[in-house]
């Protein structure tokens, strides 16, 4: 038998008497926690017990895979901490989880929504991406910054990450805007302004030496410009 100890890169120890054997855990959330157990070969219930979380049967937990995939680990299965890939665990406060696919690759979450930040992490995607929720047959959904998506539906739902899409910014009355056209009319700026008094005009305001001036309706305006395009509703008869 070789009682040999060596270290992988990111310094856990394997192998011999009294190893130790470091791995990340995370509880109803993406904040992965170190965690160290003396076993090589656990059994689920015992990296549930180790952070005190019992009984086992009331909590799902998994193993993340490092080709992103969930696997799913019971309270009686063994996992072999040795093997490559047995460094990441997520637990779930319930023994009914969601099923969703990211980016090809299998996950699962303990309620029915879940937060974009989650999905951001598990697919380990740059601050420049973003992810978004496939819809075959039409426009993929993008799922913004601090929100989250459903997972309640009768099918899995499957989300995909891709290069942000490039938004345009403008305000009006100070209010700030955002939309993916580079230019938009007179008529629909206006529609974006809630409760738009159709008595005044939409002014833009002149920056440096341009004078303030009236949008027409049907008169488009560039916003891919800096600084952003600001905007302001005036009564018609106050202004020219």
């Not at 054997?21 to 993406?30: G, H, I, N, Q």
């Not at 910054?145 to 099918?155: T, Y």
């Not at 009355?173 to 580079?182: D, S």
């Amino acid at each position: 038998m070789d009682n040999s100890q060596d270290f992988d890169p990111d310094g856990q120890r394997k192998g011999g008497h009294g190893a130790a054997y470091r791995v990340t855990f995370a509880l109803d959330s993406v904040d992965f926690q170190p965690l160290t157990l003396d076993d090589p070969v656990p059994l689920g219930r015992q990296i549930l017990e180790k952070r005190g979380l019992r009984p086992a049967e009331a909590f799902s937990l998994f193993n993340i895979l490092p080709t992103g995939d969930f696997e799913d680990i019971r309270p009686d299965e063994k996992i072999d901490l040795r093997a490559k890939g047995a460094e990441r665990f997520i637990a779930f406060s319930t023994d009914r989880t969601f099923r969703a696919a990211l980016n090809g690759r299998i996950l699962a979450w303990g309620t029915a929504a879940i937060p974009e930040h989650a999905l951001r992490l598990l697919s380990g995607i740059s601050h420049d991406e973003a992810v978004f929720l496939e819809v075959r047959g039409g426009t993929d959904q993008l799922i913004p910054e601090g929100g989250s998506a459903d997972l309640g539906g009768s099918g899995t739902e499957a989300f995909i990450t891709a290069p942000k899409p490039k938004l345009y910014v403008f305000f009006v009355n100070g209010v700030r805007y955002e939309t993916k056209e580079h230019s938009l009319t007179g008529l629909q700026i206006k529609a974006r302004v809630p409760n738009w008094d159709p008595t005044h005009d939409l002014v833009l305001e002149g920056h440096g030496h341009d004078p303030d001036r009236v949008i027409a309706d049907d008169e488009s305006v560039e916003l891919d410009v800096k600084p952003a395009r600001r905007f302001s509703s005036v009564p018609k008869a106050n202004f020219g």
